[in-house]
């Protein structure tokens, strides 16, 4: 599926009209402040390895209010075997939900990672290995950030480890399978070889903030090896703003515009990618933002029910805390079929918009997902990953509840990436055997308490107070 726009969709551009972007796009110079700075980690590290930084020029697009990123040629000729993916109005999934208002999806699920995870996957083992990197280290929930970084190291020709939640790997094992079969090494996390999954007293177990942890750790002690991340930092949302630049030109192509857009958000990046391309543009412009609505799990509720405050990116705690909408990183999630929405916080960028109101949150719980998936099926003979799902409830949300005279020229919803390695979690739906996992208020509670709180906003947490 490489068509821009679909044939569902009258007079549709052809491929040569909407090229692959050339740049990347950056909000950063739009925000009027700075994002809040970094403070120190809980604890130095330490590991007897060589531990490689961050090379210059991702470091670059995290800090400079610069809005346009020039695409390395190597990275730009990797896109162009998916990119540009489609997008269509969704006809047949607005009459099953009912819909006021047109609803129009971007689907990142063709390419071999099987999501939007392959964007910065691609650019960062570019940059990585310029900075002569020969191993890059991860962990992943869902699978499909480790996925991704496994092709892209493939690619240009780097060794790829990737520590895994185990609960996720344990139901998706092709998971597994697929990045062997891309020369990964893969474990489970909690696994054996390091020592923060070693001193977990299970409060850790089967979470991303572990499995993060664990691939730190293990980087920091490997010779030419580093650690890299798929979805929180600044610069793998840079990557992903080439989703909402395309469809910012398809549906100009096909005549229309969007009053809201909408993404799942784990950490950030899929939301990011489809979003702030268009806020950047309405910033711009001097115009007014079409709705931006974030779209979570219901059991890792960090942008609805968190705090704003500075927490821990992983279990290790070595690394600098951020400015981020947390449910605090020590908190146990439930777990669910959306391994990679089961992170603890929010991107500081996402948070900070969060923060000063450019940002809506809605949590989804597991079940509406996955029926939102099911219709999604039927309807338009797609089959959505979990984490999409939560988008696409929140889209028929929108699109059929009361908001929808408020959005007369409809919704835009990024469908993140394909569900055919999460068909156990379809047949638990279609079995009737699927519950929603709530977090535990007193948990929650706990998990936060002792962070160091930003002062509430405005529209910190759309009028919950800010308190978990």
């Not at 990123?69 to 990275?75: A, C, G, K, N, T």
């Not at 535990?440 to 947490?461: K, N, Q, S, Y």
């Amino acid at each position: 599926m490489n068509a821009p726009v679909t044939e569902r969709v009258t007079a549709s551009p052809t491929a040569s009209e909407i090229p692959v972007p050339g740049r990347w796009r950056s909000v950063l110079p739009h925000l009027g402040t700075p994002l809040p700075a970094d403070l120190p980690p809980e604890k130095s590290t330490s590991g007897s390895g060589i531990h490689i930084n961050l090379p210059l020029e991702l470091m670059r697009q995290s800090l400079l209010p610069k809005e346009f990123w020039d695409i390395p040629s190597e990275v730009a000729e990797a896109y162009r075997s998916f990119r540009p993916t489609p997008l269509w109005r969704a006809h047949g999934f607005e009459r099953a939900i009912g819909a006021r208002v047109p609803v129009w999806v971007k689907y990142e699920g063709g390419n071999i990672s099987g999501s939007h995870k392959l964007n910065t996957a691609l650019a960062q083992a570019y940059y990585y290995k310029r900075a002569g990197v020969t191993e890059l280290v991860t962990g992943t929930g869902a699978g499909q950030w480790g996925t991704a970084m496994a092709a892209a190291c493939a690619m240009f020709g780097l060794r790829c480890t990737v520590f895994m939640v185990g609960s996720s790997l344990a139901k998706k094992p092709y998971r597994g399978v697929l990045m062997r079969m891309l020369g990964a090494q893969v474990h489970a996390s909690p696994s054996k070889l390091t020592e923060v999954a070693a001193a977990d007293d299970g409060s850790q177990g089967n979470s991303l903030s572990l499995a993060i942890g664990e691939a730190v750790e293990y980087a920091q002690t490997h010779d030419g090896a580093a650690f890299c991340i798929g979805s929180g930092e600044t610069y793998s949302i840079l990557h992903q703003s080439v989703i909402g630049m395309e469809s910012e030109e398809q549906l100009a192509a096909a005549g229309t515009s969007v009053d809201a857009v909408v993404g799942a958000v784990g950490a950030g990046s899929n939301f990011g990618g489809i979003a702030l391309p268009f806020l950047a543009s309405s910033r711009a412009a001097g115009t007014a933002a079409p709705r931006l609505v974030a779209a979570e799990s219901a059991a890792s509720p960090k942008l609805s029910r968190g705090v704003y405050a500075y927490d821990k990116t992983d279990a290790t705690g070595t690394g600098p805390r951020e400015a981020m909408y947390t449910i605090g990183s020590d908190y146990r999630i439930p777990d669910s079929h959306s391994g990679g929405l089961r992170y603890h916080g929010a991107a500081k960028l996402v948070s900070a918009l969060r923060h000063s109101g450019e940002v809506e949150a809605m949590a989804v719980g597991q079940v509406e997902a996955l029926e939102a998936g099911r219709r999604f099926t039927l309807s338009e003979a797609v089959l959505p990953a979990p984490e999409s799902g939560h988008a696409l409830a929140v889209a028929a949300r929108l699109a059929s509840g009361d908001e929808a005279d408020r959005l007369p020229q409809g919704v835009l919803v990024c469908l993140s990436g394909h569900g055919y390695l999460d068909l156990g979690a379809y047949q638990q739906l279609l079995a009737g055997e699927l519950a929603d996992s709530a977090p535990d208020p007193a948990g929650l509670r706990e998990a936060v308490h002792g962070l160091i709180r930003i002062d509430d906003g405005p529209h910190a947490t759309g009028g919950t107070g800010g308190r978990a």
